[in-house]
Structure formats: structure tokens, C-alpha cells
């Protein structure tokens, strides 16, 4: 009976140290591991997507810059595609509208701004 009980309060201690290893392990992959493979900035400094659309459930299109060149490539299972090359002009006009949309994003109230708003109108 005493061995049972033992034997039981054994196997939950592993298993929540098995839990909690995985926990952290987890953390850790998704902290130093994803974040460098999920950057869009290449390790040199000369490769940047500047956008990327998704037209399909495995197909994309990418801008990418490579030096003062920017390129236009379809990204799907069977392989990448130079689709075009952007004049500068063509890029700047992009990149324009990228920074306006990005300034228009930085000052729109955060959620949090928002919602204090909200509760603040409902207690008047």
C-alpha cells in the first residue's frame, strides 16, 4: 500500500518536471530560435524583405531589396520566380507608402489607450 502510493506521487513528480521542461524549452525555441529565423533582415545587412502578400494558401509574392536592386519574386511550393525587377522610381513610390502606412500605424492608439477610453465613457 505505502509503495503504491510512492509509486504514484513518483510519477506525477515526473511528470510535472516533464512539463516543465517542456515549458521552458518551448519558451526558450520560440525567444532565440524563431526570432532569428523569422527576421526578414538577412544576417549581412544587404537583404531586407520590404513586403511580403500571400495569394494562395502556398503561394506569395515578396519585395525584396538585394543592394540598390529591388526585386519582385513569387514564392511557392514548386520553387522562387524573379517575377520582375522594380525601376527605383517604381520602389521608391512603394517604399513610400510602406513608411506613410507604417507612420499612420505608430500613431493610432494603442489597444490599450483605446479601451481605457472605453471604460472611462462608461462609467459616465
Do not use: C, N
Request: avoid cysteine.
Amino acid at each position: 500500500m505505502q509503495s503504491d502510493i510512492f509509486t504514484l506521487l513518483g510519477m506525477l513528480l515526473t511528470l510535472v518536471a516533464i512539463l516543465v521542461l517542456a515549458y521552458i524549452s518551448t519558451r526558450y525555441v520560440a525567444k532565440f530560435k524563431l526570432g532569428k529565423l523569422m527576421r526578414t533582415k538577412g544576417g549581412g545587412g544587404h537583404m531586407q524583405v520590404l513586403d511580403q502578400l500571400a495569394i494562395g494558401q502556398d503561394a506569395r509574392l515578396l519585395l525584396v531589396t538585394v543592394g540598390d536592386r529591388f526585386l519582385l519574386l513569387g514564392h511557392s511550393a514548386s520553387g522562387i520566380s524573379l517575377l520582375a525587377e522594380l525601376t527605383a522610381q517604381e520602389a521608391e513610390r512603394w517604399l513610400l507608402e510602406l513608411a506613410q502606412q507604417t507612420q499612420a500605424t505608430k500613431d493610432a492608439p494603442s489597444f490599450r489607450d483605446s479601451l481605457l477610453e472605453v471604460l472611462k465613457q462608461r462609467k459616465q
